[in-house]
């Protein structure tokens, strides 16, 4: 089982520690900086022996070297996109598995928001580390894919357990409420869920992770076969990437 802390760092970026308990192994996901993460390790009395990185953007993996350097770690991130990801010593890619200690990982191949995303799942700690491809009650934006890519990514994540925590890589999910309400106006857990956002983040508090069953059941993005959300976007019975791309293409604009 991993122990999970998560680290606020820039404006709105969230990096993990995962730590598995019954060898020490410690890794870092997408750390943005450096010097927020040595802190935590110190706090933690944890020895850092792994980054993972999701995908290449600058907010994940701007701590690599200096992070590689001070501590030997060894860096996994996506083959897709290994010629981006700094440091990199292993490369993987779909349904490829890596032992952190005896917390294993599952990785998915998730293009759209970058062409070589990946999200690393642990089963046995529920644990999914998903960088920017579902935010709380939302989804990364498609700088290097396509909707049809993107929701083909999103649909290889449908059948995780509910209880899974997902742990993303920003705090957006106030902003991300205020457009899925506009879409799927009818959806009380949505309604419910919103509220409740707007009250943690009025009082500074965290959003995230959410659970794998929330975002189920309020994200929009994983919602496209929503009569309700067909409805607002008067695309009843369309095809479900014609729905995701749509929804996606309005969040652009919101
Ligand atoms: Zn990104
Ligand atoms: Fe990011």
Same mark, same amino acid.
Request: hydrophobic share 35%; glycine share 8%; proline share 5%.
């Given at each position: 089982? %991993?122990? +999970?802390?998560?680290?606020?760092?820039?404006?709105?970026?969230?990096?993990?520690?995962?730590? !598995?308990?019954? @060898?020490?192994?410690?890794?870092?996901?997408?750390?943005?900086?450096?010097?927020?993460?040595?802190?935590?390790?110190?706090?933690?009395? =944890?020895?850092?022996?792994? +980054? %993972?990185?999701? $995908?290449?953007?600058? !907010?994940?993996?701007?701590?690599?070297?200096?992070?590689?350097?001070?501590?030997?770690?060894?860096? %996994?991130?996506?083959?897709?996109?290994?010629? &981006?990801?700094?440091?990199?010593?292993?490369? *993987?890619?779909?349904? !490829?598995?890596?032992?952190?200690? @005896?917390?294993?990982?599952?990785?998915?191949? /998730?293009?759209?928001?970058?062409?070589? $995303? +990946?999200?690393?799942?642990?089963?046995?700690?529920?644990?999914?580390?998903?960088?920017?491809?579902?935010?709380?009650?939302?989804?990364?934006?498609?700088?290097?894919?396509?909707?049809?890519?993107? =929701?083909?990514? %999103?649909?290889?994540?449908?059948?995780?357990?509910?209880?899974?925590?997902?742990?993303?890589?920003?705090?957006?999910?106030?902003?991300?409420?205020?457009?899925?309400?506009?879409?799927?106006? !009818?959806?009380?857990?949505?309604?419910?869920?919103?509220? =409740?956002?707007?009250?943690?983040?009025?009082?500074?508090? &965290?959003? /995230?992770?959410? @659970?794998?069953?929330?975002?189920?059941?309020?994200?929009?993005?994983? &919602?496209?076969?929503?009569?309700?959300?067909?409805?607002?976007?008067?695309? *009843?019975?369309?095809?479900? *990437?014609?729905?995701?791309?749509?929804?996606?293409? &309005?969040?652009?604009?919101?």
């Amino acid at each position: 089982m %991993l122990e +999970i802390h998560q680290i606020p760092v820039l404006s709105d970026n969230y990096v993990y520690l995962a730590h !598995d308990a019954a @060898t020490g192994d410690t890794a870092v996901v997408d750390p943005a900086t450096t010097d927020e993460v040595f802190a935590a390790l110190e706090e933690k009395g =944890w020895t850092l022996t792994h +980054i %993972l990185n999701t $995908h290449h953007h600058l !907010d994940h993996v701007g701590g690599n070297e200096v992070i590689k350097a001070k501590t030997g770690c060894t860096i %996994l991130g996506p083959r897709a996109d290994a010629d &981006r990801i700094p440091g990199i010593d292993v490369q *993987v890619g779909d349904g !490829d598995t890596y032992a952190l200690g @005896t917390s294993v990982a599952k990785v998915f191949d /998730v293009p759209g928001h970058t062409r070589g $995303h +990946i999200a690393y799942w642990f089963e046995d700690s529920d644990a999914l580390f998903c960088g920017d491809t579902v935010f709380a009650l939302g989804c990364g934006r498609l700088f290097e894919g396509t909707p049809a890519q993107m =929701w083909h990514s %999103l649909s290889k994540l449908k059948d995780l357990p509910e209880q899974t925590k997902v742990y993303c890589a920003h705090e957006y999910t106030q902003g991300n409420a205020a457009f899925a309400i506009t879409v799927e106006p !009818d959806n009380a857990a949505l309604v419910a869920r919103k509220q =409740w956002v707007d009250e943690r983040r009025a009082n500074g508090e &965290r959003t /995230v992770p959410s @659970t794998w069953g929330e975002e189920l059941a309020t994200n929009p993005f994983l &919602r496209p076969d929503s009569p309700d959300l067909q409805k607002t976007l008067g695309m *009843v019975g369309a095809d479900v *990437v014609e729905v995701f791309g749509e929804t996606r293409k &309005r969040k652009d604009n919101f």
